[in-house]
């Protein structure tokens, strides 16, 4: 259990720059890092809420995310899997994030 969250924490992390554009929270009140937490905290209610609309929203449709295994996993990918586990994600939480934002990341949208 621990590798798959952290398989999902850093798949997340890594994508964040990618998807900045498509939340509700992207909004000139809120820094880049901040509009980055917001997403990762969507993407959690999202999964647990297995609402794969909110989760499609948030993922660009050529997001690619490199697990800890080494294996690469596409968009439809993980909306698959949220939506047909076997095991319900009831919660989890993540500790601090330390979040540097490089250059003008601005995702397409």
């Known amino acids: 259990m621990k590798t798959l969250t952290a398989c999902v924490l850093f798949a997340r992390v890594c994508a964040g720059l990618l998807f900045v554009h498509s939340s509700k929270a992207c909004s000139a009140s809120l820094s880049d890092a901040d509009t980055l937490r917001q997403l990762n905290l969507d993407w959690e209610d999202a999964t647990k809420a297995i609402d794969i609309n909110r989760i499609s ?16 996993r596409t968009k439809d990918i993980v909306l698959n899997y949220v939506q047909t586990r076997e095991i319900k ?4 939480e993540f500790g601090p994030m330390d979040i540097s934002v490089l250059g003008n990341a601005r995702g397409r949208g």
């Open 57 to 72: 929203q948030i993922i660009a449709d050529d997001w690619r995310g490199v697990f800890s295994s080494g294996k690469i």
């Open 89 to 92: 994600l009831q919660s989890y």
